[in-house]
Structure formats: structure tokens, C-alpha cells
């Protein structure tokens, strides 16, 4: 079962997902016995993954390596935030609730503020500079629902919902602190992240129904076009231009994480006017998350062999 699952780009947490939501669609009301199977494979359990996914992605920013990576990948990371600002306020403002080719400015801005930390690393390990690798944390903690939820907010023009942010810093903030502190349990604790995928995928696939999420399949295509050709340019620029990088930084960082798949859920427990179409920008989010893990890898090879680089 494993190894059917790694065979799909992200599917520790997609495929999960799919069998979830293929249960949900056929019994809507679930086949739970008592709150404690409820808890576990139900929507339930959403909000814990989500803060423990916080807390470990947290644990590996290094505090002390930090001031160097905001140099590089700190920048870049900044535009991606200040890109899916303007565009989300262009949205709301002219748009409303509405949509334009089918994307929301929900699903706009939670997938151009996504980056797959597990991707990033791989791909920087092999074929970039070794010192990216330390911004792993980093990118861990730009995957996570408070990054969107606070972009939302601010594209919204309406008073910031603190609390819910607040929520989601908290394990960010003692995560980050544990992890500076205990090394040792830093190293173990990381691996929970993989570990954890499946379940998480299972929880999140519990609120979708695929009647509706076969909607979505176009506009989830037109979704990634957009995060392309949004972001890969101008943080390709930035690096290798502004930075004297070589660009595979910014290549890398070009993907949709899965853990983004619980962002429009936080979202909407802000601004509950959103919450009819969480299901339907989780599945247009979900298919970004299949795109950009297979696209990704592709574009960084190429650009890779052509700067000659070395793997290391």
C-alpha cells in the first residue's frame, strides 16, 4: 500500500485523501461508532493535525542560521507573500465573493503563498548550493494556514481576525523554541511529519464530496498555469539577478504543499461567508498539489543540467 502510494506525486496524503472523500460521498453521515472513531477519522480531528503540523514544521528553523536565510529564501519568500497580497486585494475589491475562470480568492491566495518544504529539500539538496537547505523551517512555516489566513485578512481590507492566527502561532512559536533548545528531540520529532500525511490526508478527504470536486478539475489546471506563471518568473529574476544566485531556490519553491489542503478550512472558521465553497477550493487546491509535484522536480532538472550544476 505504501508503495503504491509513493508512486503518485504527494499521494501519502492524496490518495488517503480521495478514499476518504469516496467514503463521504457515499455516506455523507459517516459510518463513525462513539466520539472516539469520530475524533480520529472524521473531520474532527482536522484542527489538531493542523497545529501539530505547526509545532514540528517549526522545530526546523534554526534560529542561528536564520539571519543568513533571510537573505536569500527570506526575500523570496517575502515576495511570494506580497504577490498573492496584491492579487488577492485586486480580487476582493473588484470581485467580491466572486470568481473569475472558476478560482476564487480563497484558492488564489492560499496555493500562491504554498511552498512544499519536503520538495524544497529534496531538490536543493541535489542540486543546489548546500547552505539552502538550512531554510527548510523556514518554508515549513510558510506552508502552514496562518501565512494565508493573514494574507485573507489583509486582501480583505476588513478589521484582522487575530485569534485564529494567534492559534496557529502559538505551536509555531513553541515548536520553534523546543526545537533551538533539544536538538536531539528536534531530530526526533521531523519524521512525524511524513508519518503523519496519511491521516491527515484521511480527515481533510472527510469534508470533500467528489460529485462536487469533479468540478473542479479545470479550474484546478488553470490554478497551477496561474501559480506558474505568477511566481516562477519573478522569483527566477529575483534570485539570479537581485541575489547572483543561481535560481534553484526559487525553482524550489515553487510548489503547492499538501498541508495547504486544511488552509481554506482555518480560513473560514474567520469569515464563515466561506465556507460553502471549502470543499470545492480544497479539491482545485488538491489537484495544484498533484501539478506542481510533478512539474516542479521537472523544471529544476532542466534548468539544473543547463547551468552544468553538481550534485552533491
Not at 31 to 41: C, D, E, K, M, T
Request: aromatic share 8%; net charge positive; charged share 10%.
Amino acid at each position: 500500500m505504501l508503495k503504491l502510494m509513493r508512486r503518485v506525486p504527494g499521494g501519502t496524503l492524496l490518495i488517503p485523501m480521495f478514499l476518504s472523500a469516496l467514503l463521504n460521498t457515499a455516506f455523507p453521515e459517516g459510518l463513525y461508532v462513539g466520539s472516539i472513531s469520530r475524533a480520529f477519522f472524521s473531520a474532527q480531528g482536522t484542527n489538531y493535525i493542523v497545529g501539530f503540523l505547526c509545532f514540528v514544521s517549526a522545530m526546523g528553523l534554526d534560529v542561528k542560521s536564520l539571519a543568513q536565510i533571510m537573505k536569500k529564501q527570506g526575500m523570496l519568500l517575502v515576495i511570494k507573500f506580497l504577490i498573492a497580497y496584491v492579487l488577492g486585494f485586486l480580487m476582493i475589491k473588484y470581485l467580491g465573493g466572486g470568481t473569475i475562470l472558476g478560482l476564487s480568492s480563497l484558492a488564489i491566495i492560499v496555493v500562491l503563498t504554498s511552498t512544499n518544504p519536503a520538495l524544497y529539500m529534496a531538490l536543493v539538496k541535489d542540486l543546489s548550493e548546500k547552505d539552502d537547505a538550512l531554510a527548510f523551517g523556514l518554508a515549513g512555516v510558510f506552508c502552514v494556514p496562518a501565512v494565508p489566513l493573514l494574507v485573507y485578512s489583509l486582501s480583505s481590507g476588513t478589521e484582522i481576525v487575530w485569534t485564529p492566527i494567534i492559534s496557529v502561532v502559538i505551536p509555531l512559536l513553541a515548536g520553534m523554541i523546543i526545537g533551538n533548545l533539544d536538538h536531539e528531540f528536534r531530530d526526533f520529532c521531523l519524521p512525524a511529519i511524513g508519518i503523519i500525511m496519511p491521516f491527515f490526508g484521511w480527515v481533510l478527504g472527510d469534508s470533500i464530496n467528489l460529485f462536487q470536486a469533479a468540478k473542479a478539475g479545470l479550474a484546478g489546471v488553470i490554478l497551477s498555469v496561474l501559480f506558474y506563471v505568477v511566481l516562477l518568473p519573478t522569483l527566477y529574476f529575483t534570485e539570479t539577478k537581485l541575489l547572483k544566485a543561481n535560481g534553484l531556490s526559487a525553482i524550489a519553491l515553487t510548489s503547492v504543499a499538501g498541508v495547504s489542503l486544511a488552509a481554506p478550512s482555518v480560513i473560514a472558521q474567520a469569515y464563515p461567508e466561506l465556507e460553502p465553497i471549502v470543499p470545492l477550493v480544497v479539491s482545485q487546491i488538491a489537484m495544484a498539489v498533484v501539478i506542481t509535484s510533478v512539474l516542479t522536480p521537472m523544471i529544476a532538472n532542466k534548468i539544473a543540467k543547463k547551468k552544468n550544476l553538481v550534485k552533491h
